[in-house]
Antibody, heavy 122, light 111 residues
Framework: QVQLQESGPGLVKPSQTLSLTCTVS??????????WSWIRQPAGKGLEWIGR???????NYNPSLKSRVTISVHTSKNQFSLNLSSVTAADTAVYYC??????????????WGRGTLVTVSS | QSVLTQPPSVSGAPGQRVTISCTGS?????????VHWYQQFPGTAPKLLIY???NRPSGVPDRFSGSKSGTSASLAITGLQAEDEADYYC???????????FGGGTKLTVL
């Protein structure tokens, strides 16, 4: 079955760029009708949607992070990545990649990676 | 401050019924967008529990049910079991933000 796995540095210095990759296994990232997303969760807090891309190539970002976020797709590697620039301690969180399926026009996250903790500290 | 509002915590004794509310506004739940629910155990990723307001994915016990009315939605758990102790999150779409939004999460404690 399809599985997602996040990877990347666990420690990033303030003002630098956080870069993570999500590898999709057991299925094609460009197949089907799905959104592929990044979601984060600071310790002890709730979930925050970061952004998404659709298999057609369309990308959308959370307005609160839009100026700092880029999501890229690497179809040949069946991966998608997250770049978050100018990080601060407030960006310390567990970062999840997730797949969104849909029923009609509404989308929900039916598949999640295990998450990876990224700490922003000097 | 989350766009969708959930109570921080709820509790119930084994066998009882508990409900978790998720309150939104006219730009999300009230606009007709569906509500979805996730269950999260400590140290693990969230898991889809209810989609499209009231649908259960395969494998989710029918003790879990969802409903939606107006600008709010609810998750009900009947026959509460110790293994239900977890955090629960609601999620929907917000047209003013043009993106997906989550509730702040509710911690369920089984007494």
């Amino acid at each position: 079955q399809v599985q997602l796995q996040e990877s990347g540095p666990g420690l990033v210095k303030p003002s630098q760029t956080l870069s993570l990759t999500c590898t999709v296994s057991g299925g094609s990232i460009s197949g089907g009708s799905y959104y592929w997303s990044w979601i984060r969760q600071p310790a002890g807090k709730g979930l925050e949607w970061i952004g998404r891309f659709y298999t057609s190539g369309t990308t959308n970002y959370n307005p609160s992070l839009k100026s700092r976020v880029t999501i890229s797709v690497h179809t040949s590697k069946n991966q998608f990545s997250l770049n978050l620039s100018s990080v601060t301690a407030a960006d310390t969180a567990v970062y999840y990649c997730a797949r969104a399926g849909h029923q009609g026009l509404d989308w929900y996250f039916d598949l999640w990676g295990r998450g990876t903790l990224v700490t922003v500290s000097s | 401050q989350s766009v969708l509002t959930q109570p921080p915590s709820v509790s119930g004794a084994p066998g009882q019924r508990v409900t978790i509310s998720c309150t939104g506004s006219s730009s999300n739940i009230g606009a007709g967008y569906d509500v979805h629910w996730y269950q999260q155990f400590p140290g693990t990723a969230p898991k889809l529990l209810i989609y499209g307001n009231s649908n259960r994915p395969s494998g989710v016990p029918d003790r879990f049910s969802g409903s939606k009315s107006g600008t709010s939605a609810s998750l009900a758990i009947t026959g509460l079991q110790a293994e239900d102790e977890a955090d629960y999150y609601c999620q929907s779409y917000d047209s003013s933000l043009s993106g997906w939004v989550f509730g702040g999460g509710t911690k369920l404690t089984v007494l």
